[in-house]
């Protein structure tokens, strides 16, 4: 398996882990965009959202990971997921993922 977070989830490589369970593994974002930057993926290999349309469950219990962690963090001010699908999305790592970032006041239109 040549899929980088199939590795963090492995522990072939390092990651900072933030929260686990059966289904989700949360580790922080090695370049990160705010203050708070993790990154919350399924333990299963999923390569996007594009791929991952028929499977309603795990992408709900994605979500719901990430606003529980946001919650644990102490992001009461708020925060934002972000889930990048694709070249013209700019996904650069082909494992789904969804990125929790908080701790600053974040801008809107998004690059
Ligand atoms: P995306 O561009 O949406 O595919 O996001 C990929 C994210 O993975 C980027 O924010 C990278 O900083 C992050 N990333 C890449 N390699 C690692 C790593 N080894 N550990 C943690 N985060 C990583
Ligand atoms: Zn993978």
């Not at 882990?17 to 990154?39: C, G, K, R, T």
Request: charged letters at 15%; a negative charge; aromatic letters at 6%.
């Amino acid at each position: 398996m040549s899929c980088l977070f199939c590795k963090i989830v492995s522990g072939e490589i390092p990651a900072k882990s933030v929260y686990e369970d059966a289904d989700v593994f949360a580790f922080a974002d090695i370049n990160p965009q705010a203050p708070v930057h993790v990154l919350v993926i399924p333990r299963k290999h999923v390569a996007s959202l594009a791929e991952a349309v028929d499977d309603a469950a795990l992408l709900g219990t994605l979500m719901a990971a990430a606003g529980r962690i946001a919650a644990e963090n102490g992001l009461a001010k708020g925060y934002r997921t972000v889930i990048n699908t694709g070249a013209d999305g700019g996904q650069t790592v082909e494992h789904l993922h969804v990125h929790l970032l908080g701790g600053r006041a974040m801008h809107w239109p998004p690059g």
